[in-house]
């Protein structure tokens, strides 16, 4: 392994270390649906597990089918991931960090769907009655990845049209 691989590596190891952490201690010190207020009228730890994908989706599937689908697909996109970090050029490093808290983030949930056929959740955000979907470290990890991903694509993409122009 080059040098240059193993930042992006230990970032998505950190990010699966703390992940699986997390959920072991709320799964081990909770029972599902407890809550515990943190801030009230903002922020609970609520245990939580999510048979679908982000938001619910695919929660109603069949069992097998929504399994096979979930952990397929994360599969793919983790080879994905470590192809596209493998063969990333030095002057798109700026796409390292985020390609690594996706990664991290993907592994740690298809930890838990390998494991539990669902995935642990248990940040819960809200005002009032509504509240937005409970999440996890994995799933904070690839918002905030993705975010950034967008961020560094458009700026490569202004950068450009500003020396091209």
Known sequence: MKKRHIFPFAVAAFVVLLDQITKFYISSSMSVYDSTPVIDGFFNITYVRNAGAAFGFLAKASPMIRSLFLIGVTIAVILLIIYYIWKIKAEEKLFVL??????????????????????????????????????????????????????????????????DG
């Open 98 to 163: 985020p390609l690594s808290l996706i990664l991290g983030g993907a592994v740690g949930n298809l930890i838990d769907r390998i494991r539990f056929g669902e995935v642990i959740d248990f940040l819960d955000f809200y005002i009032g009655s509504c509240h937005w979907p409970a999440f996890n470290v994995a799933d904070s990890a690839i918002s905030v990845g993705a975010i950034i991903l967008v961020f560094e694509m458009f700026r490569k993409k202004d950068k450009k049209i500003r020396s």
